[in-house]
């Protein structure tokens, strides 16, 4: 078994990584438009306000949930060597190096934007002191088992302990893919998902929807995508195998499905938007919703991963999409405060400028430091392509590194709850 080689890039697909730049480029556009006011978004010429499609950029949460488990299942299927009957012992072992390395993967960026924040945070430049707890949680991402810490250090902080607790419990989803059960994967995590929300709907949201079961079904659409992707390498797609058995079958070109998929996600985000962007409401929307964005997205991925190039994976394998997914986990990070303390120094200082010109100098600013994450803090702690002992190596010193900063932040935090 290979779940250790969902870190390795041997597998990498372009195209992937530009729709981690789709994902992160409508979270911002959301936050940005939030900022300025809610205004109105016409295109000059056409006079089409896409202000509805653009309230719905919170779903690039979604899609990002629904690309992890497709990325990491994908690597794993493709890297796998044989038919080696399975073993517990090295199943453990590649478990543990799986998680390492998401470590490696997660924390360094995660720990500098709160090694940032926090101190601001004590001074009273941004946000209010968090509680001694609340940082103990945040180091760990488990803040989401307390529902006043989901979000206090960074708005956007509330969706690493789903990410986080998804690479927890992987080794284990990843089992029944491995064995050709991806089916009985996809049904319990749409019941389990099912069941959630109609706690939700019936008692009205409370602290379940932090909790990673509320958002299982993402991201076992994503391993079931990856699943279908590689099961059908070279072959047309069988939309069937998202669906019940029940229903026609018909086979699609991958072409076809990608072009579909992003119809299909663009068109039902702009109806959401213009009739009820709301994140929650009662009735059956959101089972609807859930449903359409883990198909539409699983297609997409599905349908990128074709071995030929087509208009919509060039677009995404682009050079200018591929570098924004590559530090888009840092533009995700950051983009919230460096947004809000852009804007908060150009009107102190510039009160006369226009909003159109805070928010482009606010985007720049955002790219810059981000760019700055990804090249200075993320990327040392890739895994290098050396020998396996020189990375074993590599391995337990950026751990012990991460584990230090770690401790520093508590103490920090510590210091200043005391005073």
């Known amino acids: 078994m290979a779940i250790a080689a969902a870190f390795d890039r041997a597998s990498h697909v372009d195209a992937l990584t530009g729709v981690r730049a789709l994902a992160a480029g409508w979270v911002v556009a959301y936050h940005l438009w939030l900022n300025a006011g809610h205004p109105a978004l016409r295109i000059p010429g056409l006079g089409v306000d896409v202000a509805a499609l653009v309230s719905m950029g919170w779903l690039g949460v979604d899609i ?100 986080w607790q998804f690479y927890l419990v992987f080794p284990l989803l990843i089992l029944p893919v491995l064995r050709g059960r991806a089916r009985w994967l996809a049904v319990g995590a749409a019941a389990l998902a099912a069941a959630m929300k109609l706690v939700s709907a019936w008692h009205g949201p409370g602290t379940e929807i932090a909790q990673l079961p509320w958002r299982i079904d993402e991201f076992v659409a994503g391993m079931v995508g990856a699943s279908i992707a590689v099961r059908s390498a070279g072959r047309p797609v069988g939309l069937p195998a998202f669906l019940p058995a029940f229903l026609p079958a018909f086979l699609l070109s991958r072409a076809r499905v990608t072009w579909l998929a992003l119809l299909s996600l663009a068109a039902g985000a702009w109806t959401l938007g213009v009739h009820d962007d709301a994140w929650w409401q009662p009735g059956s929307l959101p089972f609807i919703r859930a449903a359409w964005i883990d198909l539409s997205v699983a297609a997409l991925l599905i349908g990128l991963c074709g071995t030929k190039t087509t208009a919509i994976s060039g677009m995404f394998a682009s050079r200018v999409m591929v570098w924004l997914g590559t530090i888009s986990y840092s533009i995700y990070l950051w983009h919230v405060p460096t947004l809000e303390l852009t804007r908060f120094a150009l009107q102190a200082r510039y009160p006369a400028m226009s909003s159109a010109m805070a928010i482009a100098l606010a985007v720049v600013a955002i790219l810059a430091v981000s760019a700055l994450s990804y090249y200075l803090v993320e990327r040392p702690f890739h895994s290098p392509s050396r020998e396996a002992s020189s990375r074993w190596r590599d391995l337990r010193t950026r751990v012990s590194v991460a584990a230090l900063w770690a401790a520093a932040i508590l103490a ?7 005073a």
């Open 64 to 163: 990002f949930f629904i690309l992890s488990g497709f990325v990491l299942t994908w690597q794993v299927l493709n890297e796998r060597r044989g038919d080696a009957p399975f073993s517990q012992r090295t199943f453990w072992r590649d478990a543990g190096l799986f998680l390492r390395r998401r470590v490696l993967r997660v924390y360094p960026a995660y720990l500098a934007c709160l090694s940032v924040l926090l101190p601001l945070a004590w001074i009273g430049i941004y946000r209010t002191p968090p509680e001694l707890a609340d940082v103990a949680l945040h180091l760990a991402m488990f803040h989401n088992i307390v529902p006043r810490y989901v979000d206090t250090i960074n708005g956007v902080f509330w969706s690493m302990p789903f990410e």
């Open 412 to 418: 920090l935090a510590a210091v200043q709850r005391l």
